[in-house]
């Protein structure tokens, strides 16, 4: 009798699968949740649009508030570009022309004369520094004005360490030409490029911090 029931209890067991069973097999991938909700989701992000070149970056106003620059590519290589507050963006022009590396950061100077940035070659991280004139006259073999090295001195690296307001034709920057492993503190003319020394490193000074007159405040140290 106990038989009988077991045997009768297992028939309605499997009868009752047997639906379940048959829908398992009939079911596509869409009946799947997992690949449901998958494909509902938005289309995937392309790689480029996190780690790609902007098309723009970098975009400054002038001191004066007269302009605008930017960094975008001109010949397939980044530059910085330039254009009127009330302009589009269509009308902006390059004022740089490097064939070989993007121009990185760059600084207005306080009178919104120039454009001062640093620029090495091949990548030998010899940085000069390097100023152009937003509304100098335009060479056509490159189509952007003429750069001029302010530091033009074989082997060195030139660092940018205070645009100051209280004197706009003069820059503070760092040169490492007495001592390789180490940058003396100049005073820079744009307008000539002539250079006075204000400090010459004798301490193992690593960087230099201005205030706004572009006197130095403060000084970091390497210790061995």
Do not use: C
């Not at 010949?75 to 993007?102: L, S």
């Amino acid at each position: 009798m106990q038989f009988a029931q077991y045997v009768q209890s297992a028939l309605l067991a499997a009868f009752a699968l047997a639906p379940l069973v048959a829908a398992a097999e009939d079911a596509t991938p869409q009946d799947d949740p997992v690949e449901s909700r998958l494909a509902n989701l938005p289309p995937l992000i392309e790689r480029e649009v996190f780690f790609g070149d902007p098309e723009i970056s970098g975009t400054q106003i002038s001191p004066d508030g007269k302009w605008i620059t930017f960094r975008k590519p001109y010949n397939d290589v980044v530059n910085i570009w330039v254009k009127a507050v009330n302009a589009p963006f269509d009308a902006a022009r390059p004022i740089t022309a490097d064939t070989e590396r993007p121009v990185g950061g760059y600084f207005w100077s306080e009178d919104s004369r120039y454009v001062l940035y640093v620029q090495d070659k091949g990548g030998d991280e010899n940085y000069h520094v390097y100023v152009v004139d937003p509304a100098g006259e335009v060479n056509e073999a490159t189509g952007a004005p003429d750069a001029r090295d302010l530091t033009p001195i074989e082997g060195v690296r030139a660092l940018i360490y205070a645009v100051p307001e209280a004197t706009p034709n003069r820059i503070l920057v760092g040169i490492n030409d007495r001592d390789p492993a180490l940058h003396d503190v100049y005073s820079l003319d744009l307008d000539t490029g002539e250079r006075e020394l204000l400090i010459e490193n004798l301490s193992n000074i690593a960087g230099w911090v201005t205030d706004l007159s572009g006197d130095v405040r403060l000084a970091g140290r390497q210790r061995p």
